[in-house]
């Protein structure tokens, strides 16, 4: 039979976890880990501990003994397996800017086969529309395609014959 794991944390790690418990950044699941770490290092067993928190004692175990290895480095998630994703996180931040710098300019308007297109073009990069959609949305991107009637300037001749005159100037479809 093994001897029960224990860890004993300097002052220095003490507040380390504590801080990190703290943080408002802390992924759910490394907080997860931290917490089981503190309750083994405040003299819980790995069964009272798991029993305490919620967990299977053998989760309890892989975060002691990982914490033990590695120390916090060892708590985080490790890489998953598969394919990496087509598009990247710089492809991302060049759509964002490139939507934030044409609503800034108000050069134009995109649809996401619109920008699945440029990404094709300008980064070498293919994803579906729905895709990409998926994506900015996680990211909390919005942007808002403008209207292509004017009936929504009913009330006023003059604004909308100057809308019906700009509708005109714009490329609609393709690129």
């Keep these: 039979m093994q001897p029960p794991l224990r860890i004993e944390l300097s002052a220095a790690e003490r507040d380390e976890l504590e801080r990190r418990l703290r943080a408002g950044t802390t992924e759910h699941r490394v907080h997860a880990r931290l917490r089981m770490v ?3 290092a405040d003299g819980a067993t790995v069964p009272a501990a798991a029993r305490a928190l919620g967990h299977h004692p053998q989760t309890v175990r892989q975060a002691v003994k990982r914490f033990l290895a590695a120390g916090f480095a060892g708590l985080a998630d490790r890489p998953r397996p598969g394919r990496p994703p087509r598009l990247s996180e710089a492809d991302l ?3 964002e800017a490139r939507l934030d710098a044409d609503a800034a300019s108000g050069a134009r308007t995109w649809t996401l086969p619109q920008l699945t297109g440029w990404l094709a073009e300008e980064r070498g990069v293919s994803v579906s529309p729905d895709r990409l959609g ?7 991107f919005r942007w808002k395609r403008t209207r292509r009637a004017t009936t929504h300037k009913q009330g006023d001749g003059l604004r909308q014959a100057q809308a019906t005159a700009d509708l005109a100037l714009w490329r609609f479809g393709g690129s």
């Design 38 to 40: 503190r309750a083994v």
């Design 93 to 95: 931040l060049a759509v």
């Design 134 to 140: 998926i994506l900015l949305t996680r990211r909390d």
